[in-house]
């Protein structure tokens, strides 16, 4: 007999069997999801991109859900009654499910009548509700108006985990068109590059390099201009980066230190707090952008107290700074007008404290040692509004968002190596998801096909480099998949599983064995059509290449461990690394170079390049053929040694390669969301009475 469910819906409670079951409210959509669509398996995907709404969590996250749903049911996974699974499916509620009006569960085995079949309502029109809404909002709205702004913040949990590249992430900035910059010390570089981050690639590229200490930064409004400091011994400077050339300025030098900087909406004005080589304190200084002059416009009167942190209100009208009593040991925030720069405000704050914004032109947030505080600059009051403890943080006034800078972890990074090897320039840095091995080929759009190990299993999946973590599986083992080729007009793959080769659809999904019979593949080539194929294999103590029509195997050559094709071309590879070309229509000739070839090695041929790694404990090495020239220009590039670098990806248009970083400590970076209690009132009053 079918199993039944009550659900108490506006309760987020759940009847089985006359128990009662409270469940938490994600749980609870994921259930709502699967009952409105109880006709077909739900995939877990679609579970993330509906019931989170495009935020970023795992998959796992959405199998935690399911998991308390089977758990709340009392659900064997293998002899399921409520929640059945098809692997490459999804989830498919299998109960019969009751939605109830009341608070409490109903007998056994009797419904009450308010308990039906729930479907999404249909929208009726109340006119007479709708004219006693209006009028009751315009009444809250007048209310609303007159309440104390500082009761009115809230702060939700984060709502996005982003990685960023490096091993440390000492200064960041958001500009108001969303461009977002930061300044950290790449892998295996002793100091610090300025990393600007394209959000549709999800890449991010150095624009500037070779940085002593990049202690702030600030966009101008219009986005045009990042300012960023370079503390150095004596020679402290502001340098101004055209953000869209990459061309560098250095507008203010010859400090000792320079701790802040920040601009008005005026793309002319930019303040700075540094000390000069002759009085040691901390103070403001104004510099026109026009003019190029700048001049103290607020000096500390003792040189023990220092200035470190600033920020200019929205209206402009105000600045808010942070200022640090050496001898008392205290730290306070002082509000100064941008007339007269005369001082309106001393504020003591009682723990340690590290940086500040302006919320509105009444209210600054500070991040404390006590977590985030919110500051009424009206009647001097505050009240802690978050624990988190940041170190950093940017308030996104047109978006309501804080950005903060949080703690570092552990995780890894793809990079991009621009073709040829030799060609001077900057990495790119893209981020992928940690269970990403390799990249297999590009869909567009930002898409790409991966090798995915997770769980102990191998999966060949799809994802948007937007959303990495939400991946779309194309092909799942439980035994390792390797020498996989791609053939991308046929959107089609070949690999070898458990010493078979299975050939598999990007589109339809659908994988079929390849008939070779005993024969145990060493490597294979996929053609463009997506069914024939070279391979390779030993016999009688030698090496063949062998032709698969998708019919019968035709025997071709001896003596080659390694094929290789590419628009009719072949690479072959000898044992001992020798590289020989066939061409289409020609003879087979050798190409004087010699692959060194040990575990975890890699060899590429696309059109005309031919890419090979090299590695020792210390380093691993690229190295690049270019058939285009008759002397079969050669370059090569060597980066630090890390197992995952071995293995590359040679971009459609190659014109790079990208390469898996090892395992590095990056910084995490995550949003939170202000919210206005006004606003959330204005919908609930609507919701209620409509």
């Known amino acids: 007999m079918m199993k039944k469910i009550i659900v108490l819906r506006e309760e987020h409670k759940i009847c089985i069997d006359g128990r009662f079951i409270d469940i938490e409210p994600k749980v609870f959509a994921v259930l709502e999801y699967l009952y409105v669509n109880r006709d077909r398996f739900v995939s877990i995907n679609e579970l993330h991109d509906q019931v989170w709404d495009g935020v970023m969590v795992s998959d796992a996250a959405v199998r935690r859900c399911i998991s308390k749903l089977r758990s709340a049911f009392d659900d064997d996974p293998k002899q399921p009654k409520y929640i059945q699974l098809i692997s490459k499916r999804g989830y498919k509620l299998i109960c019969d499910v009751h939605f109830c009006q009341g608070k409490h569960c109903p007998s056994k085995d009797q419904l009450p009548n308010d308990c039906h079949h729930w479907r999404e309502p249909k929208p009726r029109h109340h006119w007479h509700k709708t004219f006693q809404a209006c009028a009751i909002l315009t009444l809250v709205i007048i209310l609303i108006a007159f309440m104390p702004i500082s009761n009115q913040l809230t702060l939700a949990e984060p709502l996005q985990n982003t990685n960023r590249i490096g091993t440390q992430h000492i200064a960041f900035a958001y500009s108001s068109d969303a461009q977002y910059a930061y300044a950290t010390k790449l892998p295996g570089e002793t100091t610090f590059s300025i990393m600007l981050r394209d959000q549709h690639r999800g890449t991010d590229e150095a624009v500037l390099k070779q940085v002593t200490w990049p202690d702030a930064m600030g966009f101008s409004n219009s986005g045009s201009t990042l300012y960023i400091s370079n503390v150095k011994k004596g020679n402290s400077e502001i340098i101004a980066i055209d953000t869209s050339t990459g061309t560098t300025t250095t507008i203010v030098d010859k400090f000792t230190f320079i701790a802040d900087i920040f601009l008005s909406k005026d793309d002319n004005q930019l303040y700075f707090i540094a000390s000069d080589d002759e009085a040691h304190s901390f103070n403001l200084y104004h510099y026109d952008v026009s003019s190029g002059v700048h001049r103290p416009v607020i000096k500390n009167p003792e040189t023990f107290i220092h200035f470190f942190a600033g920020s200019m209100a929205p209206s402009d009208e105000h600045i808010a700074l942070l200022s640090y009593n050496t001898l008392q040991k205290t730290t306070a925030l002082e509000v100064y007008n941008t007339k007269e720069f005369s001082k309106e405000s001393h504020k003591l704050i009682d723990s340690t404290v590290f940086d500040l914004d302006w919320l509105d032109d009444g209210q600054v947030i500070v991040a404390t040692e006590n977590g985030l505080q919110n500051f009424s600059i009206k009647d001097g009051s505050n009240s802690l509004i978050a624990k988190q403890v940041v170190h950093m943080l940017s308030i996104d006034e047109r978006n309501q968002l804080i950005h903060t800078s949080k703690a570092a972890q552990k995780a890894s990074f793809f990079y991009e190596i621009p073709l040829p090897l030799n060609s001077e320039n900057t990495k790119s840095y893209y981020h992928f998801s940690e269970d990403i091995s390799l990249l297999i080929s590009e869909m567009g759009d930002n898409k790409f096909i991966g090798l995915s190990k997770r769980d102990g299993s191998s999966q060949i999946v799809s994802f948007s480099n937007t959303h990495p973590e939400a991946t779309e599986i194309i092909y799942e083992s439980a035994h390792p998949i390797t020498h996989i080729s ?195 009132m204005l919908s609930y009053v609507v919701e209620a009475l409509l």
Do not use: C
Not at 531 to 557: C, E, I, M, P
Not at 569 to 596: F, M
Not at 620 to 632: A, G, I, K
């Open 486 to 680: 791609h053939a991308a007009d046929a959107q089609s793959l070949a690999f070898i599983e458990q010493g078979k080769v299975k050939i598999v659809s990007y589109a339809s999904k659908l994988a079929f064995p390849v008939p070779l019979g005993n024969v145990q593949p060493q490597s294979i080539a996929l053609l463009e059509d997506g069914q024939s194929l070279y391979f390779t294999a030993r016999s009688n103590s030698s090496w063949h290449v062998y032709y698969w029509d998708g019919n019968k195997v035709q025997h071709r050559l001896d003596g080659f461990r390694y094929v290789f094709e590419s628009k009719g071309k072949l690479l072959l590879v000898t044992d001992d690394g020798s590289l020989y070309l066939q061409p289409a229509e020609g003879t087979l000739h050798a190409l004087n170079q010699r692959a060194q070839l040990e575990a975890n090695s890699q060899i590429a041929f696309t059109d005309n390049i031919v890419m090979w790694t090299e590695h020792d404990l210390a380093s691993v090495t690229f190295h690049q053929l270019d058939l285009s020239d008759e002397n079969v220009f050669h370059a090569s590039l060597a980066i630090p040694y890390s197992k995952n670098a071995t293995k590359f990806y040679i971009s459609s248009n190659n014109k790079s390669l990208i390469v898996k970083g090892g395992s590095a400590v990056q910084h995490e970076e995550w949003q939170n969301q202000i919210k206005i209690t006004k606003k959330f």
